[in-house]
């Protein structure tokens, strides 16, 4: 989509995007539990919810402020460092969606990249996020997009992650997907229905 | 006035514990320690929101000191800055000290009146005892 979206697309992406995170949070959890500290499905359905009640108890005017309610609920409940990161995502979403979805993001991931000090292959949300913001950029449909992410999200099944609590388990975090990319496929899912 | 000193963690119970070991050290000496640790709902994690309003509580214009346990208590400590207003901002150093060692130095010096620099000094030197006796 080259046009900027629209306040109710947004919503629309953000509450799809909960809904994936509620029904898919004991898998998210598991790949944590796995690699991590097992909290990352609880921390982002408890933050998702979060967002949606926000949203729903007072709708916010326009997509910039949508965005920046969505990152400054997600900073304060998620609890785990996906707070922080996806909250970076969304609010500087907010300072680029007057040029549409694509720019956004790309804002979003630079963010993320610099909050988090992340690079592509360390095992996180951005191997699932970087594809994904090339694919838009070249041009690329969402569900494109969301192809990549997921692609991406597979890509690190057996890379040993390098940031967060799974870097101290080492080679034991080969073997399974790391939850952040695979919450950012989702992420992308859920655009990918609703802002086509 | 002092500078001040806040704490980041995961768990209330692990920050309220190394802020009252700190205190110790402070007999009868006022100071303004501050805790953001652990979510509403009990469960252990970290609010970026609460960084910054315990900054805000701590800070009475000689700088503050922020301490932090790991991982998403450190994005969240550098998300809680962009949060601040500027002048509040500027005042407010983050501190790569271990955090039990790092709070109790950082406390003894802020309590004696040290400027913001020196007391993040001191926390950053928090193992430098520990690492003396065991060599």
């Keep these: 989509m080259s046009d900027a979206p629209t306040t109710e697309q947004l919503t629309a992406w953000i509450t799809r995007f909960a809904e994936l995170v509620h029904e898919h949070r004991d898998e998210l959890t598991a790949l944590d539990s796995a690699i991590g ?3 990352h499905g609880s921390n982002m359905d408890r933050g998702m919810t979060a967002v949606v009640a926000a949203l729903t108890e007072a709708p916010p005017d326009d997509p910039a402020a949508l965005l920046k309610k969505t990152g400054a609920t997600l900073v304060s409940k998620v609890g785990g460092a996906s707070g922080p990161l ?7 979403m907010a300072g680029a969606v007057g040029e549409g979805f694509a720019p956004a993001l790309r804002a979003g991931f630079d963010g993320v990249l610099a909050r988090g000090k992340a690079e592509p292959g360390d095992k996180t949300m951005v191997d699932a996020l970087g594809p994904a913001c090339d694919v838009l950029d070249a041009g690329g449909s969402v569900a494109e997009a969301a192809q990549a992410a997921a692609d991406g999200r597979d890509a690190t099944v057996p890379l040993v992650a390098r ?10 975090s080969a073997g399974h997907a790391d939850p952040g990319a695979t919450s950012t496929a ?8 609703t802002l086509s | 006035m002092s500078v001040g000193v806040v704490v980041v963690s995961h768990s209330r119970a692990l920050a309220d514990a190394a802020v009252e070991l700190a205190r110790q050290m402070l007999p009868g000496r006022e100071l303004a320690i501050e805790v953001a640790a652990g979510m509403d709902d009990g469960s252990l994690g970290t609010d ?3 960084v910054s309003e315990a900054i805000t509580a701590a800070d009475s214009g000689e700088g503050v000191v922020v301490l932090m346990d790991l991982g998403s208590a450190v994005l969240s400590a550098e998300t809680a800055l962009e949060l601040l207003d500027d002048e509040v901002r500027e005042r407010v150093l983050l501190s790569a000290a271990p955090l039990v060692e790092g709070l109790v130095g950082a406390v003894v ?3 004696g009146g040290a400027g913001r620099d020196q007391v993040a000094a001191e926390a950053a030197r928090g193992l430098a005892p520990k690492e003396a006796q065991l060599r």
């Design chain 1, 163 to 172: 940031k967060g609590r799974a870097s101290y388990l080492g080679e034991r």
């Design chain 2, 109 to 111: 010096v802020a309590a």
């Design chain 2, 48 to 50: 970026a929101v609460a």
């Design chain 1, 186 to 193: 989702y992420l992308l899912q859920a655009a990918a229905e």
């Design chain 1, 37 to 39: 500290d097992a909290d």
């Design chain 1, 86 to 92: 996806y909250g970076t995502l969304f609010l500087r």
